[in-house]
């Protein structure tokens, strides 16, 4: 170490033991790891070529036919560890993809590939899945199939190509809808992926089936991300979005589309009853619906007496929890963001919802962008908002 004068012979020799010799006494520079790096190094250079004989040289497994229409600009993996058993070996890795005009940087996801050993000593893949904890992508389900739209890119597996194109058609209405609300300073394009079921739905978010029954689509993405992050992507369940009807289906993508647009001013300042309710504004703001229609639980409950005394919190946004508290959660938000549209204009919530993304933390952020974008406070807010519902529902 810098700094330090070396020990006696005896020490030196051990931390010298230490650096040349790994697990199960194999040198630390196991020559293994730049024979396996350099034969995924073929095999994504095969992938991005599309040539089957090339990838065939490097292991079958995963039929390099499910990404053939799958639009790649890069892919690449890196080794970031190796464990060997005589013939065969498990690496893992990260992998690097990215989608041609689409994504802005890399998506990086990891990896574990079994492989084995011939007897001259090459290296070849077994199986190529999702790391532990890791999500499976599309691909992995099975052979994708794409569609482009005018502002879309929609990615399936076991779906019809008029089922592809009909998601396509509503996220290229989706994408202007949403820039006349928020604006144009986004992507204007939208990535869809439409897996067979809810279990592949499940899949691709590494999650169980049952924190999504019900939910008809969700977007992933990092909150506040940078320009340079990779593109989001809006995650369809079929089993629930199938039971939608034709409104109802375009109120669900121009919402998702609307998080896209917005992911990188929400930050964890940015409460779930505004983005979420900015969404459903969004969503419904073409619509003919009226608000009871749009928010049945919440109108039950007033016509009861039960009118909310606050806003919900994040926890009550949870899917795992009970569905109408969900649907609850979900329409006061919406209400309170088409209470501010009402009466601050469109603009004046757009303004808004930027400035609390601003805040770095949730403590203070409400508070100060109520003051300075609408002139008002938390509690004042509050009141408006619950005699709102009491006029929209009452």
């Keep these: 170490m810098a700094g330090r004068r070396s020990g006696s012979p005896v020490v030196a020799l051990v931390l010298l033991l230490v650096v040349l010799t790994g697990c199960g006494g194999r040198s630390a520079a196991d020559p293994a790891v730049a024979d396996v790096q350099r034969l995924l190094d073929r095999r994504a250079a095969a992938v991005l070529d599309h040539d089957e004989r090339a990838y065939a040289r490097t292991g079958t497994a995963p039929d390099l036919a499910r990404l053939h229409h799958v639009p790649l600009a890069d892919w690449s993996y890196r080794v970031t560890g190796l464990r060997r058993t005589g013939g065969t070996a498990t690496a893992d890795a990260e992998l690097r993809y990215r989608l041609a005009g689409y994504d802005r940087a890399p998506v990086t996801v990891g990896r574990t590939l079994r492989l084995s050993r011939d007897a001259d000593g090459r290296w ?54 949403v820039s006349r609300a928020w604006g144009t300073d986004w992507g204007r394009q939208v990535v869809v992926l439409v897996p067979e079921s809810l279990e592949g739905m499940a899949g691709l978010l590494g999650s169980s089936a049952s924190s999504y029954r019900g939910i008809a689509a969700v977007t992933t993405g990092e909150t506040g991300a940078p320009a340079r992050a990779p593109a989001d992507r809006v995650i369809v369940n079929p089993d629930a979005f199938s039971l939608l009807g034709g409104p109802g289906e375009q109120v669900v993508v121009t919402h998702e589309t609307t998080h ?54 994040d926890k009550d946004f949870g899917f795992t929890g009970d569905a109408s508290r969900l649907a609850h959660a979900y329409e006061s938000g919406w209400t309170a963001c088409r209470l501010i549209a009402d009466r601050w204009g469109d603009a004046r919530l757009a303004d808004f919802y930027r400035a609390v993304g601003e805040h770095r933390k949730r403590e203070g952020a409400v508070e100060e962008a109520m003051r300075e974008v609408l002139g008002t406070t938390p509690e004042e807010f509050t009141g408006l908002w619950r005699e709102y519902l009491r006029e929209q529902f009452g």
Excluded: C, I, M
């Excluded at 691909?139 to 592809?164: I, K």
């Design 124 to 177: 070849s893949v077994d199986t190529d899945r999702p790391a532990k904890k890791s999500a499976q992508q599309l691909w992995d389900q099975g052979a994708v199939r794409v569609v482009r739209g005018d502002h879309s890119l929609v990615l399936g597996v076991g779906q019809s190509g008029r089922s592809l194109r009909d998601y396509a058609e509503l996220a290229d209405r989706a994408v202007p809808a």
């Design 260 to 313: 896209v647009a917005t992911r990188r001013n929400t930050t964890a300042a940015t409460p779930l009853w505004l983005s979420e309710g900015y969404a459903d504004w969004v969503g419904y703001r073409t619509t003919d619906r009226t608000p009871r229609e749009a928010a049945p639980e919440l109108a039950r409950a007033v016509t009861r007496g039960q009118a909310p005394t606050g806003l919900p919190d």
